[in-house]
Structures are given as C-alpha cells and as structure tokens.
C-alpha cells in the first residue's frame, strides 16, 4: 500500500481558496489512480475529485466543477487539491486516497470503496 498525508487544511472565509497537498510514499512503481474525498459530520463519504497518474485524466464531482482543480507533481510525488471559492457547504474533512490502476488513460471512478490507500485527513472548514 502507498503511505499518504495530507497537508493544507484549515479555515476560510466563504468565497475564499486553500490548497490541499498529498505527499505519497511506497509506490511500486505502477500507475495509480489517485484522488481527494471529503466527509461533513452526519454525511457519508464522498468523491471530490480523482486523476489517473498515468494519463493525468480527472474526474469531479458535479458540485466542485469549475471551482477544484486536482493535479500531480510526479517529481514529488505529490497530489493537489486547488479550491476556489469556498463555500459553507465545502466544509469536511477532506482525505487522499491512492489505488493501483492498470489503464493509462482512462479515468479513475470515485467510487471509495475501490481505494486501498487512505490518508489520515485535513480538516477544511469554510465560514459565512
């Protein structure tokens, strides 16, 4: 299994940015599909955004459209989460998670339960 931490969390103001950071360890060498979840207190767990480190193809929930940006850094092995206009109901605790893929380009699902890497979290919360 690949060793993450996540980094970057904390509190904003609503319309406010943060970047999140994954710092990934333990690869084998292998192309993994990569992505950031999040989970609200009382909520279940859900998909933000995913990429094939492969073929750097992204996945995004509908609600972070246009607002998230995920991307990789291969030289660090490090995963970003750039989001932008932050609003209440981004608040979460936001997770890294890593799985081994054998396609190169295809997209990665955010289905969590394919995920066998977890980071231990960073906590984003978003003021009104």
């Known amino acids: 299994q690949v060793q993450l931490v996540e980094s970057g969390g904390g509190s904003v103001q609503a319309g406010g940015s943060l970047t999140l950071s994954c710092a990934a360890s333990g690869y084998t060498g292998r192309r993994y599909c990569m992505g950031w979840f999040r989970q609200a207190p009382g909520k279940e767990r859900e998909g933000v955004a995913t990429?094939?480190?492969?073929?750097?193809?992204?996945v995004y929930a509908d609600s972070v459209k246009g607002r998230f940006t995920i991307s990789q850094d291969n030289a660090k092995n490090t995963l970003y989460l750039q989001m932008n206009s932050l609003s209440p109901d981004d608040a979460a605790m936001y997770y890294c998670?890593?799985?081994?893929?054998?396609?190169?380009?295809?997209?990665?699902?955010?289905?969590?339960?394919?995920?066998?890497?977890w980071g231990q979290g960073t906590q984003v919360t978003v003021s009104s």
């Open positions: 990429i094939n480190t492969g073929g750097g193809s992204t």
């Open positions: 998670a890593a799985r081994p893929t054998g396609y190169y380009a295809v997209p990665c699902s955010m289905a969590s339960s394919s995920f066998d890497s």
